[in-house]
């Protein structure tokens, strides 16, 4: 629907704005045949356009453009690389269009060129519109959400060094216990496995595996620690349900 509003807006820009100007050439010269280079001038051309006209009309191409680049960006919309590639180059040729000054206009038929340039790059634009496509993120959010649904948090425990983060979250579900892992580099969510293990000083601490992710704990009262694969212990916290819950989904996305 986004993108047919757009494209309505493209042509009529077209249609009331530059196509206006375009239309008007032929009566004016014929109103004006002796025309000269004179009649040229910032007031007016023999064509019936202005350079004011032309700078409006420059203006109303830069805000579509920036319109459809907006739609690109839309999650919404599926992103490609010839999509991309088309809107680079019109943004290059448009911008190239903003350098032209009033000096640059000696003739009518500059104007009109000009004009007529605007003109087609409105239509490539309004092309560039009709072929993108629409992103298909429904099944993937239905996937992520679902994958979160199927599982209810149980407990976890979150640190962090100034740079890092070091979480371990259980899971129960109808389909068997997982816990989210996250070692400070990678972190997966799925089954898993705990091992004890003891630190040089005897201490006695929990390692939970998933896949190649693993991660240490250990509890000494209401106090929690992690430990990581080389050793270093991060004083931790307990995870609430809200944020381990979104753990889960962007884990399951």
């Not at 620690?225 to 916290?237: F, H, Q």
Request: glycine share 8%.
């Amino acid at each position: 629907m986004k993108k047919r509003i757009l494209a309505m807006l493209i042509a009529g820009v077209m249609g009331a704005s530059l196509l206006a100007g375009c239309g008007d050439s032929e009566p004016a010269a014929a109103e004006a045949p002796a025309a000269t280079e004179e009649a040229a001038d910032s007031t007016g051309s023999a064509s019936g356009i202005t350079f004011e006209d032309l700078q409006n009309n420059y203006a109303q191409l830069v805000d579509c453009y920036n319109e459809v680049e907006k739609l690109y960006t839309d999650e919404a919309i599926a992103q490609d690389d010839t999509t991309e590639s088309l809107l680079t180059e019109a943004k290059g040729i448009i911008e190239q269009m903003g350098e032209a000054t009033e000096e640059d206009f000696q003739t009518p038929e500059d104007y009109k060129t000009m004009n007529d340039s605007m003109v087609t790059m409105l239509e490539a634009l309004s092309g560039i519109v009709d072929g993108m496509s629409a992103a298909d993120t429904s099944a993937e959010a239905g996937s992520a959400d679902e994958g979160a649904a199927d599982i209810k948090f149980v407990d976890g425990f979150y640190a962090n060094d100034g740079s890092s983060d070091f979480i371990i979250a259980f899971y129960e579900g109808a389909a068997g216990d997982v816990a989210y892992v996250n070692d400070g580099s990678n972190e997966v969510l799925a089954e898993y496995v705990v091992e004890k293990a003891e630190l040089d000083d005897g201490t006695e601490y929990y390692i939970v595996t998933v896949g190649n992710t693993q991660l240490g704990y250990y509890e000494e009262g209401s106090d929690v620690y992690l430990i990581d694969d080389e050793g270093n212990i991060y004083a931790a916290a307990h995870l609430t349900e809200a944020e381990a819950d979104e753990l889960a989904k962007v884990a399951n996305s």
